[in-house]
């Protein structure tokens, strides 16, 4: 089967803050990671509007220790001044001059004509998919409700960092390639200007802060062929650790092999269903050298056996589904001269209509029904909009386009082109944002090939978990939990 796969604050606060992140500590048996039967329990993968994210199996607030969710949590309008004067502006008051005429409210796609306004605010990937549902691929949404922009903004550690080391990451001024040692935390560009200002917004999504440095990723994925016969069925747990620049405790790097060893990032994801797959683990550890190749491994479980993965393996399907390895997380791609070495360029800076799932209530229909996507709320957002040329002629696409936050630097959606200019595989994920927390949680994802007609949809949560050391993406991980 197919498997395919989140205003100023005083010193002294600060100081605080951070203390308390670095000296507490907390056990493994205070946590209960999320379960696919809280999934079951909470959301019918079709035809369930229930808004599962809010649930008591999955709202943070009932299911964390008190104690780690209070020291997660922070007062709500100073993460807003603060992340407002690091990036100069508030999303609501850089919008509504595209298509002023567009206003809050619900549109059907039979509107579309009456409303040409939506064709200007619109991606073609989802004014294409304004629509109901059909073959050959899954997720057309027959409506739209329009909703007021809102502000985003980060976590007092990740703006606190972000603020303190603005201006001092730099960049190659001949390559545009990260000088990774003037790198330190928070993001690196919150301004991004200059000749390399596609390269600094980019390097803001490397270096992102989706969800927390520490994580547990619950993700269930259905998938579908042309016919809109499902052909996909899988569950994953996957832990994230965050090795470079963490505003968790232990802050910067994770510990002194990170260090060393120029570690940015490890993660180790278990196949749970079906049953065919069961204890497979692919493991990745990738490196700040934008010049060394990321290490990616797999545990099979029926030869129990880990296989080393090549330098060209990670332009392979996972699990021959609508993504490839370095699709992972939406886009893993480094900045190289030498590994897969690409050049952007901004395209566009404007405004677009773009879905966002808070609370989980969006659902899809069953297959007899169309497969069709409802209760998205769309918000008009300030974009940039980036094209990635691949300069290796060998790699399977040639060039991407993405659509990138200005606001929160977080990718949207992502668009692959084939080497023959087709448009391959679209990409994106609806991130829930946690208000009180200052975080993007791991929302729906979809992905879409349409030179195979295949599509599917993943379901995904995450949740903090401080607690995690290395035996949960390491080498052992991959014998004693695949199994």
Same mark, same amino acid.
């Given at each position: 089967?197919?498997?395919?796969?989140?205003?100023?604050?005083?010193?002294?606060?600060?100081?605080?803050?951070?203390?308390?992140?670095?000296?507490?500590?907390? $056990?493994?048996?205070?946590?209960?990671?999320?379960?696919?039967? *809280?999934?079951?329990?909470?959301?019918?993968?079709? *035809?369930? @509007?229930?808004?599962?994210?809010?649930?008591?199996?999955?709202?943070?607030?009932?299911? #964390?220790?008190?104690?780690?969710?209070?020291?997660?949590?922070?007062?709500?309008?100073?993460?807003?001044?603060?992340? $407002?004067?690091?990036?100069?502006?508030?999303?609501?008051?850089?919008?509504?001059?595209?298509?002023?005429? &567009?206003?809050?409210?619900?549109?059907?796609?039979?509107?579309?004509?009456?409303?040409?306004?939506?064709?200007?605010?619109?991606?073609?990937?989802?004014?294409?998919?304004?629509?109901?549902?059909?073959?050959?691929?899954?997720?057309?949404?027959?409506?739209?409700?329009?909703?007021?922009?809102?502000?985003?903004?980060?976590?007092?550690? &990740?703006?606190?960092?972000?603020?303190?080391?603005?201006?001092?990451?730099?960049?190659?001024?001949?390559?545009?390639?990260?000088?990774?040692?003037?790198?330190?935390?928070?993001? @690196?560009?919150?301004?991004?200007?200059?000749?390399?200002?596609?390269?600094? &917004?980019?390097?803001?999504?490397?270096?992102?802060?989706w969800g927390w440095d520490s994580k547990y990723i619950l993700s269930y994925s259905r998938g579908w062929t042309s016919s809109l016969r499902e052909d996909v069925y899988n569950v994953i747990g996957d832990w994230v650790l965050k090795l470079q620049g963490r505003v968790?405790? @232990?802050?910067?790097?994770?510990?002194?092999? $990170?260090?060393?060893?120029?570690?940015?990032?490890?993660?180790?994801?278990?196949?749970?269903?079906?049953?065919?797959?069961?204890?497979?683990?692919?493991?990745?550890?990738?490196?700040?050298?934008?010049?060394?190749?990321?290490?990616?491994?797999?545990?099979?479980?029926?030869?129990?056996?880990?296989? #080393?993965?090549?330098?060209? *393996?990670?332009?392979?399907?996972?699990?021959?589904?609508? &993504?490839?390895?370095?699709?992972?997380?939406?886009?893993?791609?480094?900045?190289?001269?030498?590994?897969?070495?690409?050049?952007?360029?901004?395209?566009?800076?404007?405004?677009?209509?773009?879905?966002?799932?808070?609370?989980?209530?969006?659902?899809?229909?069953?297959?007899?029904?169309?497969?069709?996507?409802?209760? #998205?709320?769309?918000?008009?957002? @300030?974009?940039?909009?980036?094209?990635?040329?691949?300069?290796?002629?060998?790699?399977?696409?040639?060039?991407?386009?993405?659509?990138?936050?200005?606001?929160?630097?977080? #990718?949207?959606?992502?668009?692959?082109?084939?080497?023959?200019?087709?448009?391959?595989?679209?990409?994106?994920?609806?991130?829930?944002?946690?208000?009180?927390?200052?975080?993007?949680?791991?929302?729906?994802?979809?992905?879409?090939?349409?030179? *195979?007609?295949?599509?599917?949809?993943?379901?995904?949560?995450?949740?903090?978990?401080?607690?995690?050391?290395?035996?949960?993406?390491g080498l052992e991980y991959l014998f004693t939990k695949g199994k």
């Amino acid at each position: 089967m197919k498997c395919v796969k989140f205003s100023i604050i005083c010193c002294w606060f600060a100081f605080i803050v951070s203390t308390m992140m670095s000296t507490t500590s907390w $056990a493994e048996e205070e946590f209960r990671v999320f379960t696919y039967k *809280d999934i079951e329990n909470n959301k019918a993968f079709y *035809d369930d @509007p229930r808004p599962w994210y809010l649930s008591d199996d999955f709202n943070l607030k009932k299911t #964390l220790p008190p104690d780690v969710y209070a020291n997660l949590s922070y007062d709500i309008e100073t993460m807003k001044n603060l992340w $407002a004067e690091i990036v100069g502006f508030r999303s609501p008051d850089v919008v509504n001059k595209t298509a002023p005429e &567009i206003k809050p409210g619900t549109y059907s796609h039979k509107d579309k004509e009456q409303h040409p306004g939506l064709k200007t605010l619109m991606t073609a990937h989802h004014y294409d998919r304004f629509k109901p549902g059909a073959p050959p691929l899954a997720g057309n949404f027959p409506e739209i409700t329009i909703v007021p922009t809102q502000q985003y903004y980060y976590a007092l550690p &990740i703006a606190e960092a972000t603020k303190k080391h603005m201006g001092k990451t730099m960049l190659d001024d001949k390559t545009g390639i990260i000088k990774e040692d003037t790198y330190i935390a928070g993001y @690196p560009y919150p301004k991004p200007e200059g000749n390399f200002k596609a390269n600094q &917004i980019y390097y803001n999504w490397l270096k992102r802060y989706w969800g927390w440095d520490s994580k547990y990723i619950l993700s269930y994925s259905r998938g579908w062929t042309s016919s809109l016969r499902e052909d996909v069925y899988n569950v994953i747990g996957d832990w994230v650790l965050k090795l470079q620049g963490r505003v968790m405790a @232990p802050l910067g790097w994770f510990d002194k092999d $990170a260090q060393e060893r120029g570690e940015f990032e490890a993660q180790a994801y278990r196949f749970i269903a079906p049953r065919d797959v069961f204890g497979n683990i692919i493991s990745r550890l990738s490196y700040v050298d934008s010049e060394k190749y990321d290490q990616l491994m797999i545990y099979v479980n029926t030869l129990r056996r880990v296989r #080393l993965m090549s330098s060209t *393996d990670v332009q392979d399907s996972i699990g021959g589904g609508d &993504i490839i390895y370095l699709d992972g997380m939406l886009l893993e791609q480094k900045l190289s001269t030498s590994v897969f070495p690409s050049k952007l360029e901004i395209i566009a800076e404007k405004e677009l209509l773009l879905p966002n799932n808070h609370d989980g209530s969006a659902y899809l229909t069953s297959p007899k029904k169309g497969l069709e996507y409802h209760n #998205l709320k769309w918000e008009r957002r @300030p974009v940039y909009v980036i094209k990635m040329t691949i300069l290796d002629k060998n790699f399977v696409y040639g060039h991407r386009m993405l659509f990138i936050d200005k606001e929160t630097f977080q #990718l949207r959606l992502i668009e692959n082109y084939d080497q023959k200019g087709r448009l391959y595989r679209t990409n994106e994920v609806l991130s829930p944002f946690i208000p009180d927390m200052g975080v993007f949680n791991f929302g729906d994802s979809w992905a879409r090939d349409y030179l *195979d007609s295949h599509s599917s949809l993943g379901r995904n949560i995450a949740m903090p978990v401080p607690w995690i050391g290395r035996e949960k993406v390491g080498l052992e991980y991959l014998f004693t939990k695949g199994k």
